[in-house]
């Protein structure tokens, strides 16, 4: 004599695995903007933090620090920077950039230096995501593979 059922029929297991399905499916988006958005704001937070120690090596010296290739970290900059800070993040790096203009920018004749900061990555994504998040208000240029933040215009 049968005193009740044991475990779940096929139809019942078939809609759950269905209803997780559609849920992961819905989920997965999600999460990855979400992983996107994070790795832009750090790269904005590290931007920020070394724009700042420019600025504060520039009260001192007089002086920007000099262009530097991407990944790598300004000599000047290093006593203004905490321990350890890298240039290299993840899915990205930074680049700092200091360009003379002896004949200006194509928009501004008489701006003499341009001085910025890179981010490089190869993930077009996390651009959208970064320029996104600097907004409207940023001085900022992109070319190919590359997000500049613009730190000082200057003759």
Known sequence: ??????????????????????????????????????????????????RLAAYTYHSDALEWPADVDRGIVPPELVPYL??????????????????????????EPETGVLVGISMTTADKRLGSAFVRLLGD?????????????VVVAAD
């Open 137 to 149: 208000g940023a001085a900022r240029a992109t070319i190919d593979e590359h997000y500049t933040l």
């Open 82 to 107: 905490g321990d350890g800070f890298s240039f290299t993040g993840d899915h990205y790096m930074l680049d700092w950039d200091n360009w003379t203009l002896p004949d200006g920018s194509p928009s």
């Open 1 to 50: 004599m049968r005193t009740g059922r044991h475990g779940f029929t096929l139809v019942e297991l078939l809609i759950v695995v269905v209803l997780v399905g559609l849920i992961v499916r819905l989920a997965i988006p999600s999460y990855q903007r979400y992983v996107l958005t994070a790795r832009a704001a750090a790269a904005i937070s590290e931007i920020e933090t070394v």
